[in-house]
């Protein structure tokens, strides 16, 4: 079974610039999560799609970051404009459905935004 | 800030050494993980713990829920380098509502 796939692995920007990640995950996971990861901390939630509907985004800061997943299959999270502050690993994370249970969230390999 | 807080941040420690990474919080959570974090990649689930004072091991680690299901430990026993990485804990909320903890970075040395 493949695992999450994400793109870019690596971007560096200047400040002001825009830029946008993609993950692909795995095959019937339909809940699918964004996480921003700042050096040597945990990952804080930023959006959680269940299918193509939003499920919480009550931490993504809206005047700059948006999201989307057409189709409740791959997703892409873009910013625009950048800060210096967004730079961090963007972790795309997917979810099998398993009612009440918590199930497994299995991570991308992150994609690594440096803004300068 | 963080809804789950994790102690020690950084531990560095020679093998053979046990060691406990406790993960704290004042939210009541359906169940809670257990992850690691190698460098440039994403984390992996070591353990669901899901019932308040539930102990679960797993060869070297043992992990514990609290009794009022709002903390958690994790103790190595006889750490070797390999084990060295980033310990997460995720509390989770609904089933479905992932919150991670501030992490705990891990050396062993040989």
């Known amino acids: 079974e493949a695992g999450v796939a994400q793109s870019p692995r690596y971007k560096i920007i200047e400040k002001r610039q825009s830029v946008a990640f993609w993950c692909n995950p795995i095959?019937?996971?339909?809940?699918l999560y964004w996480y921003q990861q700042i050096l040597g901390q945990g990952p804080k939630l930023l959006i959680q799609?269940?299918?193509?509907?939003?499920?919480?985004d009550s931490q993504l800061p809206k005047d700059r970051f948006s999201a989307e997943r057409l189709k409740g299959v791959d997703s892409t999270l873009k910013i625009q404009p950048a800060k210096l502050e967004d730079s961090a690993v963007y972790l795309c994370?997917?979810?099998?459905?398993?009612?009440?249970?918590?199930?497994?969230?299995?991570f991308g390999e992150g994609s690594r935004l440096t803004v300068l | 800030t963080q809804l789950l807080e994790q102690s020690p941040q950084f531990l560095s420690i020679q093998e053979g050494e046990n060691l406990t990474v406790y993960c704290n919080s004042s939210?009541?959570?359906?169940?809670l993980q257990w992850y690691r974090q190698e460098p440039g990649e994403g984390p992996v689930l070591l353990v669901t713990?899901?019932?308040?004072?539930e102990v679960k091991k797993l060869k070297r680690l043992t992990f514990q829920f609290g009794d009022a299901r709002k903390d958690s430990s994790l103790h190595i026993t006889a750490a070797q380098p390999g084990d060295t990485g980033l310990y997460l804990c995720?509390?989770?909320?609904?089933?479905?509502?992932?919150?991670f903890g501030s992490g705990t970075k891990l050396n062993v040395k040989p």
């Open positions: 095959s019937g996971h339909a809940t």
């Open positions: 713990v899901v019932t308040g004072g």
């Open positions: 939210s009541v959570f359906s169940s």
């Open positions: 799609f269940q299918n193509n509907g939003v499920v919480d």
């Open positions: 994370a997917s979810r099998r459905l398993r009612g009440r249970t918590t199930g497994e969230l299995f």
């Open positions: 995720a509390g989770i909320h609904n089933f479905n509502k992932f919150y």
